[in-house]
Structures are given as structure tokens and as C-alpha cells.
């Protein structure tokens, strides 16, 4: 018979993401004394194949996954209708452990344009640098060498990322860095490292990295299957949590609420959708939003669930030679071909079990030509925004070695490239909100706000034309998956198909007429998506400015609550916000040990 579970904890998590993970670690190991509760709604991932192995991210996607809550948004006119639909991790570790496991950094300047005393780039680098071992080459001055969090090439080189180096250095004309994440360099191309342990080949997870190696301290307790509910509040002072049995965890489980106390501290550690979720069901946020749903206000905060952004993401789907090394084989769950990766795996951490299919990508901006090919739609958010702050890149172009998408299971078995384009700093923003359904139930009020400012699509239509005249020019390239592309006229010289090799490298580019663009900004309307990258919802700002947390994470206008995820972001970062995340929780381990009095050297 297994023991009673403790009924009241030093400080209480209320979620298990990466952030959560981070935090609770480096906590746990300051002082093991420290009685410390995660409560995460998905399940363990330890030592999981799922999750350790990189190259199974995509399967994480299929309809019936447990390792991620599908959120569904509103149908929005500038999507042609479409309701989005944006995943979020759910398992111990969150994204961390199902993620693609590329490696980016935000440039210095995101981090002083939130303009939040303490979080500047000087007091961020450090800790960037603490958290990484930086396996990629050494002696680079802005990386570390000493941090729980691997970043390696992976397990396998792919020669098709080789090609589309080569020809965008000479087609695209941009030069070549082998580090691109060194916070400042930008609009080169570049190799893409990973965040995989070279010597073991694993996934290196906030998970595996700060808590389960520290599974021999009975203080640091993480309880799987739990969703939190709400804050426990004595006046305005967070006391604890109420939490049941996550019915995707647990299915059919008892559904009756607990509670557990918390005597020090309350972190809510849920994500862009889930912390303001909590808050708002503990009465924390905009008075009309709480009264639509019942809920007896607390704090009038009406920040919380505001100011969600993510990144525009496009993955276009191209045909690849016979002779070309892609991940479909892999994807496709191809049996001689999966057993011989896993075994080269298990012998040395290689193959392409420890490969994303992504190891080339350039961190883009435009030059003249490209602003003035892109028109003047674009050129306000350029000269505000970009044009003074040559750190920062309008997007991320790159190539994925396979295919991963809506058309799995009805193509062909052959070899594929995708075409992938995200930009990083969107000027549309949504919101995120709990309301009541028809039936009487708890639902989500997503505004995902995609494509709302007319210049968010500018560099998403240039960037199709562009990547596809690279493309074009591949060794590897055998023409589209037209079905995937935009439904060009008939009789378009932009018509898509089947193609023999490449183009000639100085062949003409394809000539788009208006009924063309018409054809490729209707195409992004309709397959625009997340790139799993929301954040902003519980922002650290001013109160007068709709924030949540100040900086030093403290909810407004009640104590002992704490946020510390994604959602605190104030203003996009322009990275895959894993690294963020990361960051965050460095910083957040740091203000806590500094309040609880302790001799933080971790």
C-alpha cells in the first residue's frame, strides 16, 4: 500500500512544462530541503522512446496523440474562414519533449525592446549561456559549455541541406556563418544545430535535463494526470491549488476535486494557453470575461489572456530525387529502414533517429530588390520595425529532408522536401480566454489573430516565390507536389508539377502574373499555421498597459502567485522559443532563491 501524498508543499507548480522543469530543478538542487510539487495534466516522458528519440516528433501530431492539447481557434475572414488550430505540449516537459529540437536564439536586441528592469540582454546572456553545453565548436564566446541542455549537428549530415546552402549562397546571393545564433548575426546561411546530445544522441528535454535526474530527492514530487482548476486564495494570498484527474491522461477517472497547500509559494507554469486559463478561473482577469463565465471576480486584470502572438509558418511540399537521404522512410514507419537507424542509435547516438531533417537555414532578411519586389505594403512595418535593428530577421527560410503534413498516407512513397518559411515577428495580435459552451462547459475563446494586419502576408508571399526558385535549383529537386501549392490559373507559367532535375542556376525566375498572387496569397490564407510558438498571454508588463506580472513575475494585485512560461513574454522574440522558455526559467529560479533567502549557486 503506497503512502498517503503530502497534503501541503513549499512551492507548488501549476503545470510541469519546460519552464516549470527548469525552475523546480534548479530549486530542488539549490536546496533539497525545499518541499516542491509539479502538478502536470499529461504524463511522464521519461527514458519514452516518443519523446527521447528526435526524429518521432511529427508522430506526435496524429489525431489520437496524448502528448499535446489541440486548441482550436475562431474562424477567421483573414483565413478565408479557417479555424486555426494551435498545439501546446502536454506531458512533463511540455514541448520540450515532442518539439522539432531546432536550436535558435533571439537576437540581444528582443530582450531590451521588452524594456523590463532586470531582463536585459547584459543580465540574460549569462544565464543563456549557463543553461547550454554547446557541443556545435568550441571557444564561441557567447555560447556555453557547462549547462544541462545539449546542443549538437545530431546524429546524421544530410547532403540535401548541403544543396540548399550552396545554392543560396550563390543564387540567393547571401554569404555563409557557421553560427548564426551568436545574438546578433542574421541574413546568412547557415548550418542548424540541434537540441540533441551528441555522445548519446538523445533529446535533450527541460525534463531529462533539471528533474528526472534528480530522482533520488523525495522532496521534488511531480504528479502526472492532474489538470489544475484554480488558485486557493486566503484573502489575496495564494495558498494552494484545486486539481482533478486530467480526463486525457486518465480516461474515465473520477472527476471530484482536491486540494493541495502551498505554505511558501504558488508558480502557475502552464503555457500561453493555460496560465490565463488558471488565473481566470481564479477569478483573475477582465471583469467581463469572469462574468460571462460565472466566476467571482478577485482582481480586475484585464491583461490576462491578451496579447497572444506566435509565428507564421508555411511548409510547401516538393518531390525529391530517388537517390536523395530524407526522413521519409522513417516517417513512413518503413520497417528494414527503421530497424537499421534504430540500431546505429542504440550503437553510437547516430542516424537519423537523432535527425529533425533540418540542418540548413537562413535567418532572412530583405535587401533592396526584395523590399521593393514585395511592395509598399510592407514598407511601414519595415521602416519601424526591421530597418534600424539589423539584428532582427523578417523570417526563417529552410529545408525539411521529407515530408510531415495533411497529405500523410495519401501520397506516394518516394522521397519528399519540404519548403519551410516562418516569420518571426508578426504584427497581429490575438487573445486567449476561458467562456462557456452551449452545454454549459468550460471552452476556449482563441483569437489567434493570424494575417489581421494586411503587412503580416507581404513577406509569406515573397517568401514562397523566393523558395521556390532555390528550389528550383537543387541537385535534388524533381518538381512539386502540386496539390500542396497554390491553385495557379490554367495555363500559368507558374504551373506546378513533375520535374525531371533542376533548373540551370541562372535560368530566369518564373514570371507571377496579378492572378498568380491572387492564386499564392489565397494558398496562405488557407494553409498559414502556428509554428508551436505562443506566448504573451500573462505578459510582464505595466498593469496600466494590460500586464499580468511585473518583473519579478509577481501577479498584480494579489501575493505569493507567481507566472513563469512563455505566456510572461512581453513582445515577440525572434527564435524557436524553446531557448526562451529555457531563459525564462533560469531567471525565475534566480528571483525565487533570492526571495526565499537562499545561497543560489546552481
Not at 557567447?142 to 545539449?150: E, F, M, R
Amino acid at each position: 500500500m503506497s503512502p498517503p501524498s503530502p497534503t501541503e508543499f513549499d512551492i507548488i507548480f501549476a503545470g510541469g512544462g519546460a519552464t516549470a522543469c527548469v525552475v523546480a530543478g534548479r530549486l530542488a538542487a539549490c536546496d533539497s530541503s525545499l518541499k516542491i510539487l509539479i502538478l502536470e495534466a499529461g504524463e511522464h516522458t521519461l527514458d519514452k522512446p516518443a519523446h527521447v528519440q528526435l526524429y518521432q516528433y511529427p508522430f506526435h501530431l496524429a489525431p489520437t496523440t496524448t502528448t499535446l492539447t489541440f486548441n482550436f481557434g475562431n474562424p477567421s475572414p483573414h483565413l478565408n474562414g479557417r479555424a486555426l488550430v494551435v498545439p501546446s505540449g502536454h506531458s512533463v516537459g511540455g514541448a520540450s519533449t515532442i518539439n522539432f529540437g531546432a536550436y535558435t536564439r533571439a537576437p540581444v536586441s528582443d530582450y531590451d525592446d521588452w524594456a523590463v528592469e532586470g531582463w536585459e540582454s547584459k543580465n540574460l546572456i549569462p544565464l543563456m549561456k549557463k543553461f547550454e553545453t554547446y557541443q556545435v565548436q568550441p571557444g564561441c564566446p557567447t555560447h556555453g559549455y557547462t549547462g544541462p541542455v545539449k546542443v549538437s549537428p545530431g546524429g546524421h549530415k544530410l547532403a540535401i541541406s548541403e544543396e540548399f546552402v550552396r545554392v543560396g549562397m550563390t543564387y540567393h546571393k547571401r554569404p555563409y556563418s557557421e553560427d548564426t545564433n551568436d545574438l546578433k548575426t542574421c541574413n546568412t546561411y547557415s548550418p542548424w544545430a540541434k537540441y540533441i546530445d551528441s555522445t548519446t544522441g538523445r533529446r535533450s528535454d527541460a525534463a531529462h535535463c533539471y528533474v528526472y535526474n534528480q530522482a533520488q530527492n523525495p522532496n521534488l514530487q511531480i504528479w502526472v494526470g492532474k489538470r489544475v482548476t484554480r488558485i486557493i486564495f486566503e484573502d489575496k494570498r495564494a495558498v494552494g491549488v484545486e486539481f482533478t484527474n486530467d480526463l486525457v491522461s486518465c480516461p474515465g477517472a473520477d472527476q471530484s476535486l482536491s486540494t493541495v497547500k502551498a505554505s511558501k509559494l504558488v508558480v502557475v507554469s502552464a503555457g500561453a494557453f493555460g496560465s490565463p486559463a488558471i488565473l481566470e478561473r481564479s477569478g483573475i482577469g477582465a471583469e467581463a470575461v469572469l462574468k460571462r463565465c460565472g466566476i467571482e471576480p478577485l482582481v480586475n486584470l484585464p491583461g490576462v489572456g491578451e496579447n497572444y502572438t506566435d509565428h507564421d509558418a508555411v511548409l510547401v511540399p516538393y518531390l525529391a530525387a530517388d537517390e536523395a537521404i530524407t526522413m521519409d522512410p522513417l516517417w513512413r514507419g518503413e520497417e528494414s529502414a527503421t530497424k537499421d537507424a534504430l540500431a546505429q542509435w542504440t550503437a553510437n547516438g547516430t542516424s537519423l533517429v537523432a535527425s529533425n531533417g533540418v540542418d540548413a537555414k537562413i535567418k532572412w532578411r530583405p535587401d533592396a530588390e526584395e523590399l521593393k519586389a514585395m511592395g509598399p505594403a510592407f514598407h511601414e512595418r519595415w521602416n519601424g520595425f526591421f530597418r534600424d535593428h539589423p539584428d532582427k530577421c523578417v523570417a526563417i527560410f529552410s529545408l525539411i529532408a521529407g515530408y510531415l503534413g495533411p497529405l500523410v498516407g495519401t501520397l506516394p512513397p518516394r522521397n519528399y522536401m519540404m519548403a519551410a518559411y516562418f516569420t518571426l515577428y508578426p504584427a497581429s495580435a490575438g487573445s486567449v480566454h476561458i467562456k462557456v459552451d452551449e452545454n454549459g462547459k468550460e471552452a476556449l475563446d482563441f483569437t489567434t489573430g493570424f494575417l489581421e494586419d494586411p503587412s503580416d502576408i507581404v513577406p509569406i508571399n515573397f517568401a514562397y516565390k523566393k523558395m521556390r526558385e532555390i528550389y528550383r535549383r537543387l541537385p535534388s529537386y524533381r518538381g512539386e507536389v502540386a496539390v500542396g501549392h497554390p491553385k495557379f490559373p490554367e495555363g500559368s507559367a507558374a504551373a506546378c508539377g513533375e520535374a525531371s532535375g533542376p533548373v540551370d542556376l541562372n535560368a530566369p525566375d518564373i514570371i507571377y502574373t496579378a492572378e498568380d498572387d491572387v492564386a499564392i496569397d489565397n494558398y496562405h490564407r488557407d494553409s498559414v499555421q502556428t509554428t508551436w510558438h505562443s506566448l504573451g498571454t500573462c505578459a510582464m508588463k505595466p498593469r496600466a498597459e494590460q500586464g499580468v506580472v511585473d518583473a519579478r513575475l509577481n501577479v498584480y494585485g494579489v501575493t505569493n502567485l507567481k507566472v513563469a512560461d512563455m505566456s510572461i513574454v512581453p513582445k515577440n522574440v525572434g527564435t524557436n522559443t524553446y531557448s526562451t522558455a529555457l531563459l525564462i526559467g533560469e531567471k525565475a529560479a534566480m528571483i525565487i532563491a533570492e526571495e526565499l533567502g537562499l545561497a543560489y549557486n546552481v
